[in-house]
């Protein structure tokens, strides 16, 4: 069981380039979730997924997009990247569709750093 | 809508003694879970301990445990006997009826041999 996991580890993108963050959970979890981690502060969530097929946007969206590829995969893309978008980059998931209450486990993160 | 607040930005601790890390959060719902979760320097986000806010007993896990108080909506971690693998940023979190963690601001704790 390997849990949740997300490639890169590490990226560097040039300001205007594209990407995407790849995530994957082997533990059959319904719901799952991206977030984002500045220095000196906690984690923000970006979007989220309750199930498969269903996406909703989170406390910072703006420019991400999300797909929710199959149950297992949830993918993070930023179309034209900033330099405010250079953060430590988390997906999780959980076995509760939202809007129920449950744990959530963690990937290793991605740190993007954006020129 | 929810806040978690950490207001102890670093605490060290000796080895072997205890510390309490302290979280407050504000909240209208009634139910709801709280979270400890431990980030060491690989950044990893390790859970920690759980509580759920319809148990009045605290939770305990080993040398972890919290101090949950329900109407104060405090929810304080108790480390005991530190030892040198505790040295981390530890984060308080709050889920409620959506299932969003909305994280505190984290406390870095270090350990003194």
């Known amino acids: 069981n390997a849990g949740v996991t997300q490639t890169p580890k590490f990226q560097v993108l040039k300001t205007g380039q594209s990407m995407t963050l790849q995530c994957a959970q082997d533990?059959?979890?319904?719901?799952m979730y991206w977030y984002r981690q500045d220095p000196g502060m906690g984690l923000r969530l970006i979007y989220y997924?309750?199930?498969?097929?269903?996406?909703d946007k989170g406390e910072v969206p703006n420019g991400y997009n999300v797909s929710r590829l199959n149950k297992r995969e949830f993918s993070l893309r930023l179309e034209s990247a900033a330099p405010s978008q250079t953060s430590v980059y988390f997906c999780?998931?959980?076995?509760?569709?939202?809007?129920?209450?449950?744990?959530?486990?963690f990937g290793p993160g991605t740190r993007l750093t954006v020129l | 809508a929810q806040t978690v607040t950490q207001s102890q930005p670093e605490m060290s601790v000796q080895e072997a003694e205890t510390v309490t890390l302290s979280c407050t959060y504000d909240?209208?719902?009634?139910?709801?879970?709280l979270f400890w979760y431990k980030q060491p320097p690989s950044r990893q986000m390790i859970l920690v301990i759980r509580?759920?806010?319809?148990?009045?007993q605290n939770a305990t896990e080993n040398r972890f445990s919290v101090n949950f108080q329900k109407a104060a909506k405090s929810f304080s971690l108790k480390i005991s006997d530190s030892q040198l693998g505790d040295a981390a940023m530890y984060f308080c979190?709050?889920?409620?009826?959506?299932?969003?963690?909305?994280f505190g601001q984290g406390t870095t704790l270090q350990v003194k041999p």
């Open positions: 999780a998931s959980s076995e509760e569709v939202a809007g129920g209450l449950d744990t959530q486990y």
């Open positions: 533990m059959n979890h319904n719901s």
């Open positions: 997924s309750a199930s498969e097929g269903t996406t």
């Open positions: 909240t209208s719902e009634s139910d709801y879970y």
């Open positions: 509580q759920e806010a319809y148990k009045q």
């Open positions: 979190a709050y889920a409620g009826n959506t299932g969003k963690l909305i």
